[in-house]
């Protein structure tokens, strides 16, 4: 009985003062990358906890940006097709393998739907988009014997990669959103976060539940995205919870 005292009276202390549980707040970031807008929303307790694993999140996401773009003829997947034929496999980092080696097992289960190795169709098609008329059928037929997943050796144990045929162009835009999402949710941990969402170009990753009544409380930064002359990120507390 005596032991139970303590806890007897601090349940009644609490009462007394009207103790609560801390307030979540719902904040969020936006910035571009990959060509869009990614946008962050995170529940958490505390603005500086927020900030920090948006802002981190938001990095990753930038910095695979720069190895998955087709678009820069700097980045790491550009890189890879350019002169690599022909000099066997090529060294490349922890992310453009885990990207591949996910593209060609998705490959292989929609039997060929799925091929990042589509590049020299695209282009193919982007030009024509440009120039207002349409690819000859010699055209396409010589852009489809550069695509296959057939054509690209991947080596998981050296991370290292080999487009075997020569004009091969690797396109990620059908994985690469939806990879550095889950990249960027892995960044926001648990600690005094409740719940967070990531999404860009239509895409979405999630975790944890927003609080109770949190949907219909709506809000946002604005479509706009970060401001001119200001930070690189946008970030603002959009509605505090009751």
């Known amino acids: 009985m005596f032991c139970k005292q303590p806890l007897v009276l ?80 090529v060294a490349v980092s922890r992310d453009l393998m885990g990207l591949l080696l996910q593209a060609r097992a998705v490959s292989a289960q929609t039997e060929g739907a799925f091929d990042v190795t589509v590049g020299p ?23 489809r014997e550069r695509v296959g997943m057939d054509f690209l050796a991947l080596y998981p144990d050296t991370s290292s990669a080999w487009p075997r045929r020569s004009g091969m162009a690797l396109d990620a835009g059908g994985i690469g959103k939806g990879y550095a999402l889950d990249q960027a949710l892995e960044l926001i941990g648990p600690g005094g976060i409740q719940s967070a969402l990531v999404e860009g170009g239509g895409d979405r990753a999630g975790a944890g539940a927003a609080p109770r009544g949190a949907a219909a409380r709506g809000g946002g930064c604005g479509s706009g995205g970060p401001r001119r002359g200001a930070s690189r990120y946008t970030m603002c507390l959009v509605r505090p919870l009751p």
């Open 10 to 89: 601090a349940l009644l202390t609490c009462l007394a003062c009207g103790c609560r549980a801390p307030r979540v707040d719902r904040y969020e970031m936006r910035a571009p990358a990959m060509g869009t807008e990614f946008r962050i929303v995170v529940y958490a307790t505390q603005e500086a906890r927020a900030g920090l694993v948006m802002q981190r999140a938001m990095d990753r996401i930038r910095e695979l940006d720069t190895i998955l773009s087709d678009y820069s003829a700097s980045s790491e997947l550009r890189r890879l097709t350019q002169g690599a034929t022909g000099s066997g496999p």
């Open 121 to 143: 169709l695209v282009r193919l098609w982007r030009r024509a988009f440009r120039q207002g008329e349409l690819p000859t059928a010699e055209a396409i037929a010589r852009a």
